[in-house]
């Protein structure tokens, strides 16, 4: 099937996407950086995007802040990826002084890179975002921000789909692609009700992935102790608030401790509260495993209860409607004061005002 046959919407004007092509062509060495904490979402868009530059004839260094989880590293693409945080000082040579092009994936704001931040702000190169959260700050001379899309992977297939290059792309970029979206969809359970996403992964199904396996791959590769750690969580930590419609949870770092904790355990376990009927909201607590003062939030909802609102509004952090983020800089138990508080008025704003007709 050809762009003529479904005719996918362009995702850059004209203008912006000759501009885009210009810059390309006329850079040697071309960055791709995303944010810390990659997902399965960063890691597969910014892979993704090294693949459509290698069908443009041209080599791109994929560096990210720090350590993905292991459910990724079977992606294609990844031993070539360079972590800033073990490579610090050649990093900041390249954004300093060689790098000509940088590509900014599933970021918004340049402090979503953390230690990264100084030197990609200092960075003379031009930057070309693309990215699906709202409210972009990124200086950038290309700007393709779809708060609406599913992730930065679909605009990553969108933008290879309008420049006629998705049929010279593999079964790599197919992979790739076809992880960030499913892992930002929570395998295709929200935010993925447009007929778009399903004919997008119709195509990628064309390159010979194996959907299954690479659902296997990411969901499917628990340790024992991940497991435990769910149980725990479920028996022990969950505190529900049925008036408010709301359950949240905590870890604290002798938790983690106790359940040998890697990254990437913790995936997921923010959705299991919203199994529970009559439960629109769902939050994680989960205290840093090496800085003092630091608590990771995670909140995820259901229907059109705006967690990205909440986020905002109490954790300095923000997102999408269904699933969001966040971080306080406290103890654990403040945190749990908050998140309670927080939980008490916002869904009291929420389920008390008029609410608009589907």
Known sequence: MDNEKYPLQPVLDEQQLALMQRLIAGSDEILIVCHQNPDGDAIGSSLGMARLLAALGKTAQVVVPDMYPDYLMWLPGTQDITRYDKHREGCDF?????????????FNTTSRTGDMQQALDQSPATKILIDHHLAPTIASTVTLSRPTATSTCELVFRLAWQMGLFPQLDNSFAACIYCGMMTDTGAFTYNSSSPDVFFIISQLLTKGIDK???YRNVYHTYSEQRLRLTGYVLLKKMEVMHQQHAAFYSLSRQDLLRFRFVKGDAEGLVNMPLQMRGIKLSISLREDTEKEQLVWVSL??????????????YFAGGGHLNASGGRLHCSLDEAIDITRRAIVEFTGQFFNRPQQPQ
Do not use: G
């Open 94 to 106: 390249i954004l300093q002084h060689t790098a000509q092009l940088i590509f900014c994936l599933d």
């Open 212 to 214: 299954d396996r690479i």
């Open 300 to 313: 995820r909802s259901v229907d059109n209860f705006p967690c990205n609102k909440m986020a905002e509004q």
